[in-house]
Structure formats: C-alpha cells, structure tokens
C-alpha cells in the first residue's frame, strides 16, 4: 500500500487550505506529521480506523480537522486560520495494523512523500 499526499501550496496569513491523502489500499489509523525547515517532525493530528475518533496536538486544535472516505480510501486535513508558523513539510501516515488515533510514529508503517505547506504573514 502506498499514500500519496496533495494539496499544498502557498497562502497567506489566516487562510485555508484543505490536504488530501489517498492509499493504493486500506488502512486502518491515519495521522498528519508536519517538519518545518531546521526541526523535528511533529504530531499534527490523526483519526481512527471508522472515522469517529478523532486526536490533535494543541498548536492545531480548534483550526485543523481530519476526516476520512474510506469508500475513498482517503483522509483529509482541512487548515483554516492559518499561521506562518504552520509553514512546514505535511506528511500524512497510515497504519497497516493499527486500528486507533495515534500520536506516535511508530504506530505508522507507511508514509507519504510529503507535500509543502507555506502560509505568507
């Protein structure tokens, strides 16, 4: 199974931008991770395999919304209110065997290629 990410781009300051992740095949647990230039990667959010359970870092809380189709084999990261501190590499991360919303990378076995995210002040 393989992800492939979309939908970055550039955007000014308190914008929106809506991230698409789509599997060759089906998984279970999908996450976000963003890395800005010069940091670690970092927990943005995830949901579970059904959809209804939902988990997010507090920086994004309230702005950020993950959703997924799975007739689609699809999640998405819709970002509203944007940041320029929210600048940074998105990657999305399914898991093959991991049913539940994880924070932590080594619940996820795949990872997409990343797609870039720049928010202007």
């Known amino acids: 199974v393989q992800l492939q990410a979309s939908g970055g781009g550039l955007v000014q300051a308190g914008g929106s931008l809506r991230l698409s992740c789509t599997a060759s095949?089906?998984?279970?647990?999908m996450g976000w991770f963003r890395q800005a230039p010069g940091k670690e990667r970092e927990f943005i959010a995830a949901?579970?395999?059904?959809?209804?359970?939902?988990y997010y870092a507090d920086s994004v809380k309230g702005r950020f919304t993950i959703s997924r189709d799975n007739a689609k084999n699809t999640v998405y990261l819709q970002m509203n209110s944007l940041k320029p501190e929210d600048t940074a590499v998105y990657y999305c991360?399914?898991?093959?065997?991991?049913?539940?919303?994880?924070?932590?990378?080594?619940?996820?076995?795949?990872w997409g290629q990343g797609t870039l995210v720049t928010v202007s002040s």
């Open positions: 991360a399914g898991s093959l065997t991991y049913a539940s919303s994880s924070a932590s990378e080594t619940d996820y076995n795949l």
């Open positions: 095949g089906r998984t279970y647990a």
């Open positions: 949901i579970n395999w059904a959809g209804g359970s939902t």
